[in-house]
């Protein structure tokens, strides 16, 4: 380490009192850590890059502890957690790289900008792997739909996120949206990013080479987004105005960093590179240098800006959106320099790589900034608290749901199925999704409305699929068997589509860690993640943390999401979700039991959020999944599709009404073996609705047999229009599809058309 | 062997979804055209594709047409050479005046993709010779801006004149309120000038070339392009 020869602290500026310290969300003991690692009381600057860095957002603090039990290692994974995004081997020197992102905070605020900037940094961290992106998937929570606050939310989410992607020329492609009165005012943008490289054009985010210089790329650096990282590791409080800390986004500017980096990669021009992404340029060039155990120079002097008198303070810890730090070649300075000007982007040397571990930050002549990086990045201080169920909680699970389960009559199960129906969280999204262009690149063989998309990978017969999934509520009842559930269930999703489920990255969306009862539900949630994977043979190829989703009305429920990324190895082999034609066979794999605990029904019919999940038998989920998929390869399923929300009659109906031509009739017919309500409505795991040629039923019934699998005939698919029937026991459900068309399709316009003034 | 020139401005971005179109669909060879040049670089048939050019600052289109490069476009054009703008580069023929009317802001004011039927009004311009006359062809529309708009005489005059290329009908090929998606006035998705040889069109017939993308019905498009410059297919 170099003598510091002039103390920054020795200056006339910010005093560091404890107020100070705790406005930048330090404890006591984390201060004098900081005094410890720097031998003196920090600079204001030192402050402010430490209060970042040691954020959750970016130093995982409760996290790291139980992220580190996932399994993060899978023949096929090239790049796991640690990197901007996870890439996996694709075949035939083809890599995908994906990743997962939160943009809560800032979508609670400002809904259009939050999620538009959610979008734009997810694809950053995509191609600064070198990957160009080639789809975005999205996982939404917002709260009832009856509240003008969920609206408005949705409204501006939606517009953001279609806004960005559509214009930079990335198809959004898939996603989930959900919808519960806990999220209403703290509602949940998840944004996942796939991309496709040549694995030998992987670029990661390092600062190598001794005297390399470095340079900042794309947008003028302002104002916007100060300490947003630090933000997103707090809760959401009443009455305070947030906006300062929510950056704004330039798609356009995005598009033309996109095609600038993919060019410098290309040609061979870069060293290393990483978005200026949480903490700006503070978090990049100190991660830059905590992976090639190096160290970073730099003078903000030297930055550009886009206003003027910013402190060294502001430029450091700015959020303005669609910049990079790039490590160079030295001898190719001009080079980079021209191909971003070709683009009309700045850039400017503003540093270079040194061998002394420490990340100093000049202003001119003075040092405002010197810190070792190794103990900023990796020492930041990790805590493991003690979790305990919240008694509450698992009152809730014990309650006697039997009484709930009848229906008594066949017009009240007919009703509980349009109710479903019309429910936001299982009606059709396409007022969402017809907002998002999802064809572009010319890539989409399966595209929304599909339980798992499907892109053709480059040149190659291959193809990509891509899930993303959640159920927070199963969460809520039971941490453990919710978060196993989100795994299976994305496997399952993909796994429908034909496609081999190769890796995982997640989002953890929780409440406040410092309270033990959102703590258990986080260490909980975290080791089914890792049961499930390990079950799976899907590895964590990376995520992100989305902790402090708390407002005075409490947390939300516990929910992490799981976009799971499969691999089909000819995509003429994919299979459709919806039903295909005339007097195909549907059959059920799978077994259905007794558990409405924490389903759609009970809570949409019975406004209950109780009972216990459903059960899900890991070593099942597996076979399940090897099952589709060896189906898929033998051309034996017309159509595969995944039973979840709202249970069987929901995906009998989601089928009959996607199928191709039009809705089409059906008549299906069960035996009762368990409650109607069960039966008809229940959410039993590892179940999928196929749709086969008469011919190859047989074929279907010995490979689930092979695999240890219960199926069984339960009808038939009949021409477009005419009636949707099911019968279990005594139970019959008879009407026109088309009704049940009209209410699936109705139910989101029908509630955002009374949306005036949100346009403006 | 045909070559059909791609302009790329700063935001294009189905640049390379028109050039895979022409080269896997129609076996053609596609080239890429740098805004900033001044030189179509020997193309026989110049296409604007779709993408937000300069972000679609101002108004979708009005900046790029002052692209160096436009002044080529123009002159190539009023020279009878095939021009062909699709989503983007429907916007920027009509700033470019290349086109009559204007794309403005969709009834509803959002952004839609979906699945369109257009009806095909005329088959003598570059872009529908081997089209059938009302011939009803399925592709997607993209956009955010692509209600087409003209005053009472431009309107007139291209009816008229049979200018009308492309019409948003149901799947039946009858004109239906919920078959036009943006509010376009008399349904118009597509344009074409006096002699046939620009065509304006909102739709996305590159994205529809290949039974992977659920649908072929942009090929016959495509294919008309070989029917425009029949020396430069066959040498």
């Known amino acids: 380490m170099t003598t510091v020869t002039q103390s920054p602290a020795d200056h006339t500026r910010t005093r560091i009192t404890p107020a100070v310290v705790a406005e930048h969300g330090l404890s006591v003991s984390e201060f004098d850590q900081i005094v410890g690692i720097l031998g003196r009381e920090p600079t204001i600057e030192e402050l402010g890059i430490f209060s970042a860095m040691w954020s959750e957002h970016c130093g995982y603090k409760n996290s790291r502890p139980l992220l580190k039990t996932l399994p993060v290692e899978g023949p096929r994974l090239v790049q796991g957690p640690g990197e901007n995004a996870g890439v996996i081997d694709a075949g035939d020197g083809w890599g995908v790289a994906f990743k997962v992102e939160s943009h809560n905070h800032p979508s609670a605020v400002e809904p259009y900008q939050g999620a538009a900037t959610g979008v734009g940094g997810i694809l950053r961290d995509v191609f600064t792997m070198g990957a160009r992106p080639v789809a975005v998937l999205d996982s939404l929570r917002f709260g009832s739909l009856d509240s003008p606050r969920s609206r408005f939310l949705m409204d501006g989410v939606v517009r953001g996120i279609g806004d960005y992607g559509n214009c930079v020329g990335v198809p959004t492609v898939g996603g989930e949206t959900v919808f519960d009165p806990v999220y209403e005012k703290n509602p949940l943008v998840n944004a996942m990013c796939i991309g496709v490289l040549r694995l030998d054009r992987l670029v990661r985010g390092r600062a190598d080479g001794v005297g390399n210089p470095v340079m900042a790329v794309g947008a003028r650096t302002g104002r916007d987004g100060i300490h947003g990282a630090t933000f997103a590791s707090a809760d959401l409080d009443e009455g305070s105005d947030r906006r300062p800390q929510v950056q704004v986004g330039d798609p356009f500017t995005e598009k033309l960093l996109l095609e600038a980096t993919l060019e410098l990669i290309d040609r061979d021009l870069l060293v290393g590179i990483q978005d200026m992404g949480a903490a700006g340029l503070t978090s990049s060039a100190a991660e830059m240098a905590a992976r090639s155990g190096s160290g970073i120079d730099i003078d903000v002097d030297r930055l550009p800006v886009r206003e003027s008198g910013m402190t060294a303070y502001e430029m450091l810890l700015s959020e303005s959106q669609e910049r990079m730090l790039l490590v160079a070649r030295p001898e190719r300075v001009d080079e980079v320099t021209a191909v971003l000007g070709r683009w009309e982007l700045q850039a400017a040397v503003i540093g270079h790589v040194t061998d002394d571990g420490l990340f100093r930050v000049r202003r001119g002549a003075e040092v405002v900034a010197e810190i070792p990086v190794e103990p900023l990045v990796d020492s930041c201080p990790t805590y493991v608290r003690d979790g305990v169920e919240d008694p509450a909680i698992a009152e809730l699970r014990t309650h006697d749901l039997s009484a709930l389960a009848h229906l008594e009559t066949d017009d009240e199960a007919t009703e509980v199925l349009l109710a479903l129906l019309d429910s936001p969280s299982i009606a059709s999204r396409a007022w969402i999704y017809e907002q998002y262009d999802a064809s572009v690149q010319t890539n989409t063989a399966a595209g929304p409305g599909s339980d798992a998309a499907v892109l053709r990978l480059g040149d190659t017969e291959r193809g990509i699929a891509a899930a993303i999934d959640g159920n927070g509520r199963y969460v809520y009842l039971a941490p453990r068997t919710g978060a196993r559930i989100a795994v299976c269930e994305a496997a399952r999703n993909v796994a429908c589509s034909g496609a081999r489920p190769v890796a995982i990255t997640n989002c953890l969306n929780f409440g406040n860690p410092l309270g033990a009862a959102v703590y258990y539900q986080l260490s909980e949630a975290v080791a089914g993640i890792g049961e499930a994977c390990r079950a799976l043979g899907t590895p964590v190829s990376g995520g992100n943390v989305s902790l402090y989703n708390e407002t005075p009305s409490g947390p939300i429920y516990p929910t992490p999401v799981i976009g799971m990324v499969g691999v089909i190895e000819s995509i003429d082999q994919r299979v459709p979700s919806a039903f295909r034609g005339q007097d195909d066979v549907i059959l059920l ?172 | 062997m045909m070559r059909v020139g791609i302009v790329r401005f700063p935001g294009s971005n189905c640049d390379a979804d028109c050039a895979r179109a022409v080269r896997e669909g129609l076996g053609q060879e596609a080239l890429f055209l740098w805004h900033k ?186 294919r008309s392009l070989l029917a425009a410059v029949p020396e430069a297919v066959a040498s």
């Open chain 2, 37 to 222: 040049t001044h030189s179509l670089e020997g193309a026989d048939v110049v296409l604007l594709p779709g993408g937000f050019s300069y972000g679609d600052h101002l108004r979708a289109g009005a900046i790029a047409r002052f692209s160096p490069i436009m002044q080529e476009v123009v002159d190539f054009a009023r020279a009878g050479g095939p021009v062909i703008g699709i989503c983007n580069g429907f916007q920027i023929l009509c700033e470019a005046h290349l086109l009559p009317g204007a794309l403005i802001r969709n009834r509803g004011i959002r952004f839609r993709h979906r699945d369109v039927h257009l009806r095909v009004e005329r088959t003598d311009t570059v872009f529908t010779r081997a089209c059938c006359g009302g011939q009803v062809l399925r592709m997607p529309i993209a956009h955010g801006e692509g209600q087409f708009v003209a005053d009472v005489e431009t309107l007139a005059e291209l009816e008229a004149d049979g200018r009308v290329v492309f019409r948003y009908v149901d799947e039946s090929g009858c004109a239906a309120a919920s078959a036009n998606p943006n509010g376009s006035q008399n349904d118009i998705a597509g344009i074409c000038n006096g002699a046939g040889n620009v065509v304006g069109l909102m739709p996305h017939p590159e994205r529809a070339v290949s039974d992977l993308l659920g649908c072929k019905d942009g090929l016959p498009l495509f």
């Open chain 1, 589 to 760: 794999v799978g077994e259905t039991r007794e558990e409405i605990g924490g389903s759609e029904y009970l809570a949409v019919i019975h406004d209950r959020v109780a009972g216990t999940p459903p059960a899900i038998d890991l070593d099942e989920a597996a076979r399940l999944v090897e099952f589709l998929v060896a189906g898929a390869a033998a051309n034996l399923f017309r159509s595969a599709h995944d039973c979840s929300d709202g249970g069987m009659a929901i995906a009998l109906a989601e089928a009959a009404i996607g199928a191709d031509g039009g809705a089409r009739s059906i008549a299906v017919e069960l035996e009762l073996r368990c409650s109607p309500a069960a039966a008809l409505f229940g959410e039993s795991q590892n179940r999928v609705l196929l749709s086969a040629d008469p011919a190859r039923v047989d074929a279907i019934g010995d490979l689930c047999v092979a695999h240890g699998l219960t199926w069984q005939r339960i009808g038939t698919v009949g021409p477009v229009g005419g009636n949707w029937r099911c019968s279990i026991g005594e139970r019959t459900i008879d009407l026109p599809v088309d009704d049940l068309r009209r209410v699936f399709e109705r139910a989101l316009p029908r509630r955002m058309e009374d949306m005036a003034g949100l346009n403006a």
